[in-house]
């Protein structure tokens, strides 16, 4: 995906930037009850029975604002994400063409647009991972109350989260589970950008390009994108959720320890609790993303072509 109006590197960067943070926040807001009950499953999958368990008990323990928590930082994990994931891209895109030898992005294959998409979320994982491990924090106090694991309230601010963080842990604390967050990150937006390309091609009538694409077909091709993301890397986000939750309550070991350890203990099963309000959440809300992003970058292309 490249924009055919703007030419300089710069402005392509600003067009994708400001069409990823859009996406973001188009993301977040279709989706966010889903992804708080995602996390409570995947840091504490024997207090719910499942899916719909997890919703009623959130619902009737903490309110309709209960399956809310952690939306602010989860608006700014997501917009600060999407903006440098898709102003990357776009360059990541330049430097793969480059290597390859291609003359134009709009040669690459669908499978090579995939390598630079794994390519820019190197990127984007560093802006994610401060503003995702205050949004976790936050979805599962609850339970870190209920298990006395931490002294912070029910209800309480990202702010205060934050400082709590830096309080007690320094700056370095607000990159807890960088690793598990590469981890998933590179070989998830491989299949992200290959299935919503892929998709995308296939979807195509014949005699029209890609981006002359209407709004279903990309919801779809974007929706598609998402869920082959969580299933591909779903037990990865599991071990990241556990380590960023439960370091609130002391310094957690490593990915592959914990990781043994959650085999050992409770079995392969545990790693894919919560899986089913993730997939559930990942075709709408990345079908709003995709389309929020093509749309609000097709209205920036038109109105700087026009400058």
């Keep these: 995906m490249v924009n055919k109006c703007a030419t300089h590197p710069v402005i392509d960067a600003f067009i994708n930037m400001t069409a990823g943070a859009a996406g973001g926040v188009a993301c977040v807001l279709s989706g966010q009850p889903f992804d708080t009950v995602k996390v409570k499953m995947q840091t504490f999958p024997h207090l ?12 009737r323990q903490e309110g309709l604002l ?37 003359d134009k992005v709009t040669e690459l294959s669908d499978l090579q647009n995939a390598v630079a998409g794994s390519m820019a979320s190197v990127f984007s994982s560093l802006v994610l991972c401060p503003t995702e491990l205050v949004k976790c924090r936050m979805q599962a106090l609850h339970e870190m109350r209920k298990e006395g694991r931490t002294s912070l309230a029910s209800r309480v601010s990202a702010y205060a989260v934050m400082k709590s963080i830096l309080k007690q842990e320094g700056p370095m604390g607000l990159f807890e589970g960088m690793t598990s967050t590469w981890l998933r990150e590179v070989p998830g937006y491989f299949f992200f950008f290959g299935g919503y390309e892929i998709c995308r ?15 279903t077909r990309l919801v779809i091709s974007g929706g598609v994108g998402g869920a082959l ?8 986000d599991s071990v990241k959720s556990r380590i960023q939750v439960l370091s609130m309550s002391g310094k957690q070991a ?54």
């Design 48 to 59: 719910y029975r499942g899916f719909l368990d997890c919703s009623l008990r959130t619902y």
């Design 66 to 102: 209960g399956l809310f928590q952690g939306t602010g930082p989860a608006l700014l994990a997501n917009v600060a994400e999407n903006a440098v994931l898709f102003a990357c891209y776009g360059t990541c895109q330049h430097i793969t063409s480059g290597l390859l030898g291609l």
């Design 201 to 215: 091609s296939f979807l195509t009538r014949p005699g029209h390009s890609k981006d002359e694409m209407d709004a």
């Design 229 to 236: 993301f969580w299933l591909a890397v779903y037990p990865i």
């Design 254 to 307: 490593g990915f592959l320890v914990t990781l043994a350890k959650i085999i050992r203990t409770e079995g392969f099963v545990a790693l894919y609790s919560g899986l089913t309000p993730t997939v559930l959440r990942a075709f709408p809300s990345n079908g709003a993303l995709f389309l929020a992003y093509e749309l609000t970058k097709q209205a920036l292309s038109r109105q700087i072509s026009n400058t």
